[in-house]
């Protein structure tokens, strides 16, 4: 009887151990260099988009510190604990493209643009292409 209740209680912490794990693409991340951030949840699909509350729930977005326009991630793909893959559109609409992120093993992440549009910003009062493959990292 014993075996069996050390049993159970080692199974649900491994359980919980590997939820957690398992939440790899929740929360905010940061790039300081652009000044631009993704939230996310690719789990839930549970992020509004500040002020863009039109779109319901998605997966997440991308902002910047410098332009209130977003990237709006619509889908996300687990593709595996430590890549998803995303459909991301402009807040208009009117441009999308295909991407990947992966955490990497010092925590940081790496978005690389696969296909589609590119990704800009307005940077004082111009747009500014971000490059096709960016480091996040994870706010504390």
Do not use: C
Not at 21 to 34: A, P
Request: aromatic share 8%.
């Amino acid at each position: 009887m014993k075996k069996s209740i050390v049993l159970v209680v080692l199974s649900l912490v491994s359980a919980v151990v590997f939820a957690q794990e398992n939440l790899n693409f929740k929360g905010k991340i940061v790039n300081d260099q652009y000044q631009v951030w993704i939230e996310m949840d690719f789990h839930e699909m549970s992020v509004v988009v500040p002020d863009q509350e039109i779109f319901g729930k998605v997966a997440g977005y991308l902002g910047a510190k410098r332009d209130p326009r977003k990237w709006i991630v619509m889908e996300a793909t687990l593709e595996s604990e430590k890549t998803a893959q995303m459909s991301i559109i402009n807040d208009y609409g009117s441009e999308d493209l295909v991407a990947t992120l992966t955490r990497n093993g010092d925590g940081s992440y790496t978005l690389k643009q696969v296909s589609g549009s590119t990704m800009k910003i307005v940077v004082n009062g111009k747009w500014l292409k971000l490059p096709k493959t960016l480091v996040f990292k994870p706010t504390a």
